[in-house]
């Protein structure tokens, strides 16, 4: 098994920028993709940015340009850094990770930060 911590979050007005951070511990040795997801009040949990444990990384089109996400695997640390924020990037975001194949189809989450961008 393997937990996820999050640091990090809180309120920013429009333009500012916030940094995450999620701290993984316990089985780490399995760990495949990391990487961010986020759920807007009455809206589906959607993914922000994922990084594989090789360094390849994706982003949601509505984050390109304004976040980065990195990881150190020595570490099992992954930051996203957001920039230039926006009222529409306010939701409660969720670290992610998942195994390796060879560990079958787990998925592990943290418990979620709060982000709000006020206008």
């Known amino acids: 098994q393997v937990q996820l911590v999050e640091s990090g979050g809180g309120l920013v007005q429009a333009g500012g920028s916030l940094g995450l951070s999620c701290a993984a511990s316990?089985?780490?040795?399995?760990?495949?993709?990391m990487g961010w997801y986020r759920q807007a009040p009455g809206k589906q949990r959607e993914v922000v940015a994922t990084?594989?444990?090789?360094?390849?990384?994706n982003y949601a089109d509505s984050v390109k340009g304004r976040f980065t996400i990195s990881r150190v695997n020595a570490k099992n640390t992954v930051t996203l850094q957001m920039n230039n924020l926006k009222p529409e990037d306010t939701a409660v975001y969720y670290c992610?990770?998942?195994?390796?194949?060879?560990?079958?189809?787990?998925?592990?989450w943290g418990q979620g930060t709060q982000v709000t961008v006020s206008s």
């Open positions: 990084i594989s444990s090789g360094g390849a990384t």
């Open positions: 992610y990770a998942n195994d390796r194949p060879a560990w079958g189809p787990n998925v592990y």
């Open positions: 316990g089985s780490t040795f399995r760990l495949n993709a």
